[in-house]
Each structure stands twice: as C-alpha cells, then as structure tokens.
C-alpha cells in the first residue's frame, strides 16, 4: 500500500511540474496562474501545495529538470565521441548545449526567466551545480592533455567559460533567427577556445 501511494505521489508531482513547463514555456512565469497548473495536471490545488509550497517553489523544480535534462545531453555528446579528444568533445558539449538553447522550455525557461524568477544569487547557485562542474572538467582535462594552456586558475576560466555561454544562450533566445544566430555564436566562443590552444591543440 505504501509503495502504490508513494507511486501515485510521484506521478502526480511529475504530472504537476509536466504542465507547468509547458505554461511557461509557452506565457512566461508571471503569465501563468496556478489553478491553470493545477487544470493542465489533472490535479489538485491541494496536491500542488503538498508537493510545492508555492509557485516559485514548482519553478524551481521545472528549471532544475531542464539542468538535469541539459547535462545529461551534452555528456552523453561529448561521450559518443571516443577517443577524439579533449578539445573535440569540449566542441561537440559546446554545439549540444547551443543546439538545446533553440528549444523553446529551455530557452525561455532556463535562460530568460530564470534568473528572475528565482533571483540572482539561486540561480546562479544553481547554475554552478549543474554546469560548471562539467565546464571545469572539459578545461581541467583539456590542460592536462597539453591540448590548452591555462595561466590563470581553471576555476576562474570556468566561471568565463560559463558566463560567456549564458551570453551565447541569451543571444539565441532573443534572436530574430536563432539558428543563424546559433551558428555566430558557436564561431565566436569556438574563437575563444581557440586562443588557449597549444600546439599540440
């Protein structure tokens, strides 16, 4: 019996954060009512406060599954590439994550809203946990391949890293043509990476 409640809950949060990505989405945060969630779920009002005391709370979990979701499609990128090497698989993780920025939940979402919705200090938090460590990793085994240099702390470099591509994403999303502005951004931190190169790169 206590497995078949904890399953239904789980279906019930999932369905709940399912209708809410789609709202957002499509209106934004503040263009979405919880009742219209609550509607869109087939749930409850009640549910929905059992699993999110608030509608910033349910953000919160919609933005950390599209990290999660994020993530987890540029490693599996950059792990499909073999033994091509470091800088090879930081160029594939880079075209996976810009690719992604043409979806409109992740756009609209992770990008824009976010940083709203949930403030600057816990999403950047955030942001860190689930992108810079890859960032860091690309770097760290990029140096340690000789294939870049690296005169300054790869911490520092990350966080640069990661910074220029929230830039590159932002830019996407407000295009007028997002894969033509895609591939500009792409060239451009491609042209970043590009003056840490070693010979050996």
């Not at 059992?50 to 709370?57: L, P």
Request: a negative charge; aromatic letters at 6%; glycine letters at 10%.
């Amino acid at each position: 019996m206590m497995g078949r409640q904890a399953e239904k809950s789980e279906t019930t949060r999932a369905a709940l954060v399912a209708a809410a990505r789609e709202l957002f989405a499509e209106r934004g945060y503040a263009g979405v009512g919880t009742m219209e969630i609550v509607n869109r779920a087939g749930s409850s009002r009640g549910a929905m406060y059992h699993h999110f005391k608030d509608k910033q709370e349910l953000f919160r979990a919609v933005y950390e599954q599209i990290q999660q979701e994020l993530i987890q499609r540029v490693t599996q990128e950059m792990a499909g590439i073999g033994d091509a090497g470091p800088l090879a698989a930081f160029q594939v993780g880079l075209h996976a994550f810009l690719l992604a920025c043409l979806d409109p939940d992740k756009s609209r979402i992770g990008l824009v809203e976010a940083p709203a919705v949930l403030g600057w200090q816990q999403w950047r938090e955030l942001d860190q946990q689930y992108a810079l460590g890859i960032v860091t990793a690309g770097l760290q085994l990029g140096v340690q391949a000789g294939a870049l240099r690296c005169d300054i702390p790869i911490r520092v470099l990350a966080h640069l890293v990661l910074a220029a591509l929230g830039e590159a994403g932002l830019l996407i999303a407000s295009a007028e043509d997002p894969d033509a502005e895609r591939l500009e951004a792409e060239r451009a931190v491609l042209a970043l990476l590009d003056g840490l190169r070693t010979d050996q790169g």
